[in-house]
Structure formats: structure tokens, C-alpha cells
């Protein structure tokens, strides 16, 4: 297990019933450094980037929707953002110009699907136009009287937002604010904010290593491939309704776990029982970054000119590359755990070998991107591959919220 760092901080938002509705992450150090210490641009960078890496779980566990202060230069940036959209509201600090090229930016990100909260709203002019695309108001009460926010309140009244008291030091002021309409509340009556740090392999991730073990021998086994699945029932469930969705349904009836890994066949069922297992085993949020990565590598497999490198097993390298992001154990001791091919065991390792060198690629774009490095330097078409990417698991994962 790698050694456990400070990632960030989170302070819980709750609701009228004092019910934790949302969390609200911070920057945070080792060195007890702010975000206005380093700078708003490097503390937006590396809070990103620990959150799709070592905080996601925590995240969980709160089990709600996160609010992620995001610096102007981010927003401009037009960068892909690996995170949905539909678990994260960005928030609009005071500090930020709301000049018209970051109003234009902010339209592009909302019509992406993202939410926004107007952080310490001043009630300004000069912020109006970001009114109509902002989902929360938040108003730091201790720098305005309560008769003058009471006032901007009932003018804004017809906005289909919800309104957040920050800095709510006692109960009393919890109260006149709800009396007052506030929706939500946040402050050291209510929490302090949590440092958050490290994480274990789960249950689900020891049976995520056994499942990525036998899906991608040469020739798995279908009897075992078929025992694993049989003791996982829900992925097992979540199989079956996905090989009855429209994209694979066929004539005749599912009456067996064999019938249900012949009727997706190899292929698909990697791409389905890596993805299930991986939201079982860990939060959604290090799936996704990692299975973009297992994309990327495969995409990059298929324009290698001489065709000499699989795409499946340039999928299968990205994929446990991840092993410490995912599931907190290290790369070469996961490829230890399981058999795999010896390209895919170097490529992992030491970053050796073709399979190395395009590994290599995929992580150095996933983290120029995550942290805005270098993007000016990078191929265009590599920043459109990893979007492409990052839009085909977000796909994936929407497919899996649809009804039957």
C-alpha cells in the first residue's frame, strides 16, 4: 500500500431535516497550505485531480453530490472535465471576474450538463447574467446584514435555485435563515471540514482482480468465467438486463449464466463485467478515470501504422495500470496476483516495450489534461481522442442509469 497523503478537505452542506445533502471539497497539503497560498490555478489543478484519484470513495460515502471551487483559468480553458457532470456543482467564487468570455465559457460548461453555485454572491449587476445558469446561491452571512439579504432573497425569489447560508456559527442563525427560506447550511456549528486520506482494497476489488484474471487469459475458461459471475448476483443481474437492452437483444429467453456470456459474447462481456465490477469495487469516479485511460490506449493501439500491438491488450494495460488508483494497490503488485502476458506485465512494471511506450502516452495526455500542463505542446488530435474517450465511458455509465 502506497504511503497515505492529505488529499483535500471536505465540509458537509445539510439540508432543512439537518440531512447531509451535499459536500463541499477543499484544497488541502500535507503542509497545511489554502488554495490562496499556492494559487487558485495549481489548488483548482491538484484538487481535480485527487478527487478523480484518491478522494472519489470519500465521496461516496457521503453518498451525495460534491461542490468543486474551479478556478476562471479552468474554466476558460475549454478543458475536458472527467467527472460527471451529474454528481458535481461547480462553484463561481467571488474572486473570479464575471467578465463575457467567462460568462460564454460557463454557457459551454452548463450546456455540457454541469451545475454551478454563485459562491459568497455579492448580488452585484455585474453577476446577473450568470443568474439564470446557477443552481445554488451561496451567500457567506457573515459579511451582509440579514435584513439586506432577506431583501435580495424575496426579489430573487422566481430563480429555480436553491439558497445556501455559509458561516452559520450557532443554531440560531440555522434558524432565521430557515425561516428566512435558505435551503441549505454550512459552517462550524454544523462541521468543521474533514481531512481526507488514504483508502484499502475492498471485497469488491479482490473480485475485480480474480474477474480481470480469467476474462483475459488467451482462451478463459468459460466454466470458471461463468462460477465467478454466478457468485457476484448483481453483476450477474446487471448483465442480463444490459444483453435485454436494445443494443443486444436478440430472440430467445437468458436461462443460464452461460447463455448470458455466449449470447454478449468475449468482447462485450470484458467491456460490461470490467466496467460493473469496477463501480462495485470503488467509486465512480476512479472508474472512470481509469477506464478512459484503458480507452485511450486502446485508440492509440488501432492508429499504431504497423498494426503490430492489440487493441484488447492495450485496453487490458491501461486498465491495470490503475490497480493503484482503483483499488489501492500497486501496478506490479496486482500483475503479480493474476497471469497476464509478459508485454502487458513489462508495460505495466517499467513502461518498457510498445505497450510501454503507448501506456506512456495515455498517462502523460490523462495528466497534462487533469492538470492543464503543456497543453499548448500536445498533438490536437490527442486532446480530441481523450475527449472522444472520456465521452464513450460517460456513455457507458448513462446506458447503466436507463430503465429497463
Known amino acids: 500500500m502506497a504511503v497515505s497523503h492529505t488529499l483535500l478537505a471536505a465540509q458537509p452542506i445539510y439540508n432543512r431535516s439537518s440531512e447531509m445533502e451535499a459536500v463541499e471539497l477543499l484544497y488541502r497539503n500535507d503542509l497545511g497550505e489554502s488554495a490562496l497560498t499556492v494559487g487558485e490555478s495549481r489548488a483548482t489543478s491538484e484538487l481535480l485531480f485527487n478527487f478523480c484519484t484518491g478522494v472519489s470513495s470519500q465521496a461516496d460515502y457521503y453518498g451525495t453530490q460534491v461542490f468543486i471551487n474551479v ?64 443552481s445554488v446561491i451561496k451567500v457567506d452571512i457573515s459579511l451582509m446584514a440579514e435584513a439586506e439579504v432577506s431583501r435580495y432573497r424575496e426579489q430573487l425569489d422566481h430563480l429555480p435555485v436553491k439558497w445556501l447560508a455559509e458561516k452559520v456559527e450557532d443554531e440560531a442563525t440555522r434558524d432565521r435563515f430557515s425561516d428566512m427560506g435558505f435551503d441549505l447550511f454550512q459552517g462550524y456549528f454544523l462541521a468543521h471540514p474533514r481531512l481526507i486520506s488514504g483508502r484499502k482494497l475492498s471485497p469488491g476489488g479482490l473480485h475485480l482482480t480474480r474477474l480481470i484474471g480469467v476474462l483475459y487469459q488467451e482462451d478463459p475458461d468459460i466454466r470458471e468465467l461463468t462460477d465467478i459471475l454466478s457468485e457476484d448476483p448483481n453483476l450477474a443481474l446487471n448483465l442480463i438486463r444490459i444483453v435485454n437492452s436494445p443494443l443486444y437483444r436478440g430472440s430467445g429467453t437468458i436461462s443460464s449464466i452461460r447463455e448470458l456470456v455466449v449470447r454478449l459474447g468475449l468482447s462485450n462481456l470484458r467491456r460490461w463485467a470490467v466496467l460493473l465490477s469496477s463501480l462495485q469495487a470503488v467509486s465512480s469516479e476512479h472508474a472512470r478515470l481509469i477506464l478512459i485511460r484503458a480507452h485511450v490506449c486502446e485508440e492509440l493501439a488501432r492508429r499504431v501504422k504497423t498494426g503490430d500491438i492489440e487493441p484488447s491488450s492495450a485496453f487490458l494495460t491501461g486498465l491495470v495500470s490503475g490497480a493503484d488508483v482503483m483499488l489501492g494497490v ?11 502476458g509478459s508485454a502487458i506485465t513489462e508495460a505495466v512494471t517499467s513502461r518498457r516495450g510498445a505497450l510501454g511506450r503507448l501506456l506512456n502516452t495515455a498517462i502523460g495526455l490523462e495528466r497534462a489534461v487533469a492538470l492543464q500542463q503543456n497543453l499548448d505542446t500536445l498533438d490536437p488530435r490527442l486532446l480530441m481522442l481523450y475527449e472522444r474517450a472520456g465521452h464513450q465511458v460517460q456513455a457507458l455509465f448513462r446506458q447503466l442509469k436507463k430503465p429497463d
Open 71 to 134: 478556478s476562471s483559468d479552468f474554466l476558460l480553458s475549454g478543458v475536458f472535465m472527467p467527472v460527471d457532470p451529474d454528481r458535481v456543482v461547480i462553484e463561481l467564487v467571488e474572486r473570479i471576474e464575471p467578465t463575457r468570455e467567462l460568462i460564454e465559457a460557463v454557457k459551454v460548461w452548463h450546456r455540457q450538463g454541469f451545475r454551478f453555485a454563485l459562491d459568497d454572491f455579492d448580488f452585484s449587476d455585474a453577476w446577473r447574467p450568470l443568474l439564470t445558469m446557477s
Open 330 to 340: 500497486a501496478p506490479a503488485e496486482f500483475v503479480s496476483q493474476i497471469s497476464l
